[in-house]
């Protein structure tokens, strides 16, 4: 089943990046489409230069149904992995429609548009946010669903649509990866997440602080009832979570009903858990001042992912250490991300 053509959207992204490089690795020809909204040319140039082959890029945008015919009309394409989204929460609630439209429409599109060419198999990039404000934890996969802001909304309404998508055609392949907290990086140090702005996330916001971007990280709370008051999430490393999607694809041939499965490690740590890790692993400080809770936040979220052992043979490895330094190890290389170079 190698040698398959793969369109990969939102390729030139964070967790796109990583997973072109298995991909290839494992033998798959790879067609990266993406608009370039939130990530540039270089990290693709980089990804060329790790795997030592050119890769076939596709600057287009989901929503233009002309953008995505011309990829299926010249390449058959196989399956799709599909990273392509706006993925900030804070801005999805100032602004819901651009989520809507280029989430929700962008992902309606792709499918109308893969369907037309009898292309039936995808993989989605979902998220823990559906599970909401889980009311125990870990979290199978069988937990209620809710979502409180328009990011997480266009997660639940996409999941929702693909699974319409099936039942009405029970012959599309069809993968829901709900992913934990993505963070770390390549080990060569040369790829890695690129915030624009102010970083919103924990780990992008503690690698800034300690090569002195910013003064000091605001811990969002720490009266929650967690171990040390502080939030507690699932950290994991996005190449183990890359690693995740060469399974599913390799396998998705072989589902015979549409598959939701977590992609996390099972262990829950704190804010000030990944702090002290984080100053252990590179000796560098990080300032930090308690401040109050950020709305909308939980207490504790981490998964169960013996699913995902079970269906897909894949379980994480990396620990919170080699996270931690392969942030810094990234951050350090590249101070200012892709746009340094
Ligand atoms: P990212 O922003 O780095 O990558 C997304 C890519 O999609 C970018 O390269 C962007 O330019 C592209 N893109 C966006 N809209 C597009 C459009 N309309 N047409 C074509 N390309 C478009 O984000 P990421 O962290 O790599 O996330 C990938 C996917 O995983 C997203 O769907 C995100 O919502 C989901 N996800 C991410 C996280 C996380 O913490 N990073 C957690 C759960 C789910
Ligand atoms: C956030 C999003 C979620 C998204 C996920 C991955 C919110 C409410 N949720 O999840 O929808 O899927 O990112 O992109 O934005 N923290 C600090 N200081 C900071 C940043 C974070 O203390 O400067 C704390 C948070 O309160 C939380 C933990 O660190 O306890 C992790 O935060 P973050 O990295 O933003 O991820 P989530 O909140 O889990």
Redesign the pocket.
């Known amino acids: 089943m190698k040698n398959r053509n793969i369109l990969v959207t939102g390729g030139a992204g964070y967790i796109g990046s990583h997973t072109v490089i298995l991909l290839i690795k494992s033998g798959y020809n790879i067609i990266i489409f993406d608009n370039f909204s939130n990530s540039s040319r270089e990290s693709v140039k980089r990804v060329e230069k790790l795997v030592d082959t050119s890769i076939t890029v596709v600057e287009g945008d989901i929503r233009k149904r002309e953008d995505l015919q011309k990829v299926f009309i010249s390449y058959k394409i196989d399956s799709v992995i599909h990273f392509a989204g706006l993925?900030a929460?804070?801005e999805s609630v100032e602004k819901p429609l651009k989520y809507y439209d280029n989430n929700v429409y962008g992902t309606i599109n792709l499918c109308q548009v893969m369907a037309e060419h009898d292309c039936k198999s995808i993989i989605f990039s979902s998220?823990?946010?559906v599970y909401g404000d889980p009311k125990t934890t870990p979290i199978d996969e069988s937990f209620s669903t809710s979502a409180t802001?328009p990011?997480?909304k266009s997660k639940l309404f996409i999941e929702e649509i693909l699974r319409d998508v099936y039942f009405s055609d029970t012959s599309w392949k069809i993968v829901l990866l709900r992913?934990f907290?993505?963070?770390g990086a390549h080990a060569s140090g040369t790829i890695g997440e690129d915030p624009t702005g102010i970083?919103?996330?924990?780990?992008p916001?503690i690698s800034q602080t300690a090569i002195g971007k910013r003064k000091y990280?605001?811990?969002?709370?720490n009266d929650?009832d967690t171990h040390d008051g502080?939030?507690?999430?699932d950290y994991i490393h996005v190449v183990d979570l890359a690693k995740g999607h060469v399974k599913a694809l390799d396998k998705i041939h072989t589902f015979n009903k549409i598959m939701t499965i977590n992609l996390g490690t099972g262990e829950g740590y704190?804010?000030l858990d990944?702090v002290k890790a984080f100053e252990k692993v590179t000796g560098k400080k990080v300032p930090y001042k308690i401040?109050a809770?950020?709305?909308?936040?939980?207490a504790t979220?981490y998964a169960d992912p013996s699913y995902a052992k079970k269906v897909l043979d894949w379980k994480s490895e990396k620990t919170l250490e080699e996270m931690c330094a392969d942030t810094w190890y990234w951050q350090s290389q590249n101070p200012n991300g892709y746009q340094s170079h």
């Open positions: 993925k929460v804070g998220s823990a946010t802001n990011y997480g992913y907290n993505p963070i970083p919103n996330n924990l780990m916001f990280l605001s811990i969002f709370g929650y502080t939030g507690v999430r704190s804010v990944v401040e809770r950020r709305a909308g936040d939980i979220c």
